[in-house]
C-alpha cells in the first residue's frame, strides 16, 4: 500500500505537534527553575541560569524535600510490591482455576467499575474511617489507599499476561511432578515478566505522582512530593523558581523508570491484540 506524500506529511505533522505538546510545557518548567524569582517576575529572556532554586529545594533550611521524597518513595514501593503480589495471584487464579463465570465477570466487572470511580470520591471515607483507627497522617494509612486504587489496573495486565501463556506449559509441569505452587514459581510466572514490569511501573508511577488522597491524609511529617510542591504556593507568596526546581526533581525518577520499562510498558498493554 501505497501512501501519498501529503499523508505521509500529515502523520509527521500530527507527531511533532504532539511532541511539542508534551516536551514544551516540561522544557518551559526547567526554564523557570533557573531563574531567580526576580526574572521570573520580570519574564527575563534571554537569562544567566542559576542552581540556586536547586539549593534551595534540597538544602534550604526551611526545605522537607528530602523528607518528603523518602516518604513517596516510601509509599509507592511498598504499595507497588503489594499490588504484584496480590494482583499477580488474584489474576492467576482468575485465567487459570475454575471459577464461575458469573463470579468472575461479576469481579472483573466490579474492579472495571472501580477503576472509572474519580479516587477523590473515596477521600471523604477514608478520612473518618483512619481518624477512627488511628491510620490518619501515617504512610501505612496512605500505602492502603495506593493499593486500593492500582489493584484493578494490575489484575487486568496480568490476566492479559497470564491469558497468552499455553495452559498445557502448566499440565506438562505437573506430569513432570511439579506442584501447582511450584509450576507458578517456575513455569508460569517468569513468562509473565513483561506484564509484571509493566504493572510495575505504572504502579509505581501513578503513586509516586498521586496528589488528591495525600493532600486529605497526610499532614507535614507525611507529606509527599505532590502536596510538597503545591505548598510552595503559599497565601501571600508563590516561589515559582523553587516550585519549578521540586517538579523537574520529581519527576526524573518517573521519566528513568519510563525510559529503561518503556518497551515492556508496550508489550504488556498490547498483550493479546494480535494472535
Same mark, same amino acid.
Given at each position: 500500500?501505497?501512501? @501519498?506524500?501529503?499523508?505521509?506529511?500529515?502523520?509527521? /505533522?500530527?507527531?511533532?505537534?504532539? /511532541?511539542?505538546?508534551?516536551?514544551?510545557?516540561?522544557?518551559?518548567?526547567?526554564?523557570?527553575?533557573?531563574?531567580?524569582?526576580?526574572?521570573?517576575?520580570?519574564?527575563?529572556?534571554?537569562?544567566?541560569?542559576?542552581?540556586?532554586?536547586?539549593?534551595?529545594?534540597?538544602?534550604?533550611?526551611?526545605?522537607?524535600?528530602?523528607? =518528603?521524597?523518602? =516518604?513517596?518513595?516510601?509509599?509507592?514501593?511498598? #504499595?507497588?510490591?503489594?499490588?504484584?503480589?496480590?494482583?499477580?495471584?488474584?489474576?492467576? #487464579?482468575? @485465567?487459570?482455576?475454575?471459577?464461575?463465570? *458469573?463470579?468472575?465477570?461479576?469481579?472483573?466487572?466490579?474492579?472495571?467499575?472501580?477503576?472509572?470511580?474519580?479516587?477523590?470520591? /473515596?477521600?471523604?471515607?477514608?478520612?473518618?474511617?483512619?481518624?477512627?483507627?488511628? /491510620?490518619? =497522617?501515617?504512610?501505612?494509612?496512605?500505602?492502603?489507599? +495506593?493499593?486500593?486504587? =492500582?489493584?484493578?489496573?494490575?489484575?487486568?495486565?496480568?490476566?492479559?499476561?497470564?491469558?497468552?501463556?499455553?495452559?498445557?506449559?502448566?499440565?506438562?509441569?505437573?506430569?513432570?511432578?511439579?506442584?501447582?505452587?511450584?509450576?507458578?514459581?517456575?513455569?508460569? *510466572?517468569?513468562?509473565?515478566?513483561?506484564?509484571?514490569?509493566a504493572s510495575g511501573l505504572l504502579a509505581f508511577v501513578f503513586s509516586w505522582s498521586e496528589f488528591g488522597i495525600a493532600l486529605n491524609l497526610t499532614a507535614t511529617e507525611t507529606m509527599t512530593i505532590p502536596v510538597a510542591i503545591a505548598n510552595y504556593a503559599g497565601q501571600y507568596e508563590i516561589r +515559582?523558581?523553587?516550585?519549578?526546581?521540586?517538579?523537574?526533581? @520529581?519527576?526524573?525518577?518517573?521519566?528513568?523508570?519510563?525510559?529503561?520499562?518503556?518497551?515492556?510498558?508496550?508489550?504488556?498493554?498490547?498483550?493479546?491484540?494480535?494472535?
Open positions: 500500500m501505497v501512501r @501519498s506524500p501529503w499523508k505521509i506529511f500529515g502523520i509527521w /505533522l500530527l507527531v511533532v505537534v504532539a /511532541l511539542v505538546g508534551v516536551v514544551a510545557p516540561f522544557i518551559w518548567i526547567v526554564g523557570v527553575s533557573l531563574k531567580y524569582q526576580i526574572q521570573i517576575l520580570m519574564a527575563q529572556f534571554p537569562f544567566d541560569p542559576t542552581w540556586f532554586n536547586y539549593r534551595e529545594v534540597l538544602f534550604g533550611k526551611s526545605s522537607e524535600f528530602l523528607l =518528603n521524597a523518602r =516518604n513517596s518513595l516510601i509509599v509507592a514501593l511498598i #504499595s507497588t510490591a503489594c499490588v504484584l503480589v496480590v494482583g499477580t495471584l488474584a489474576a492467576y #487464579s482468575l @485465567s487459570w482455576r475454575r471459577w464461575s463465570p *458469573l463470579f468472575s465477570s461479576v469481579f472483573l466487572a466490579w474492579t472495571l467499575i472501580f477503576n472509572i470511580i474519580p479516587p477523590i470520591t /473515596l477521600v471523604g471515607p477514608w478520612f473518618l474511617i483512619f481518624r477512627e483507627l488511628g /491510620l490518619y =497522617n501515617t504512610l501505612f494509612g496512605l500505602t492502603l489507599t +495506593h493499593i486500593v486504587i =492500582n489493584l484493578p489496573m494490575t489484575i487486568w495486565l496480568m490476566m492479559t499476561a497470564f491469558g497468552n501463556i499455553p495452559r498445557e506449559l502448566e499440565q506438562a509441569a505437573i506430569i513432570d511432578g511439579c506442584r501447582r505452587t511450584t509450576a507458578f514459581r517456575r513455569v508460569l *510466572l517468569p513468562l509473565t515478566t513483561p506484564g509484571l514490569i +515559582h523558581g523553587e516550585m519549578a526546581a521540586a517538579s523537574v526533581l @520529581s519527576a526524573v525518577p518517573a521519566i528513568i523508570l519510563m525510559f529503561v520499562g518503556q518497551k515492556f510498558i508496550v508489550r504488556g498493554l498490547t498483550a493479546g491484540a494480535v494472535k
